[in-house]
């Protein structure tokens, strides 16, 4: 029985041991807050990259197609000089249809 350490010692030991455990999780929480808080910070970098690029395409879209409309309007203002008769003409036919067809049937 010589081998078996006294009460006092053993919990010495414990004490020592729990304390020893307790900064260990102190030490491991804050690893994990930091490995969180750099996760979360690459995470949030890589979303507002994302978001820039997606609102830089759809900035350089609408120009794309604001000018698109701008040359056809040109387009078709130049073909109506040039052929104002044929414009007027187009425009009648094409009053007549939305005409009939908003009508409905009786």
Sequence with gaps: ??????????????TADLAALRDDVAKLSSSV??????????TTDTVTEA?????????????????????????LEATIERNP????????VAGILVGLLSRGRK
């Design 85 to 92: 008769l044929a414009a007027v003409l187009i425009a009648l």
């Design 33 to 42: 807050s930091d490995f969180i808080r750099s996760q979360t910070a690459a």
């Design 1 to 14: 029985m010589a081998n078996i350490k006294p009460v006092e010692e053993a919990s010495q030991d414990f």
């Design 51 to 75: 978001i820039d690029t997606a609102r830089q395409k759809i900035s350089d879209t609408a120009s794309k197609a604001q000018d698109h409309a701008s040359g056809v309007s040109a387009d």
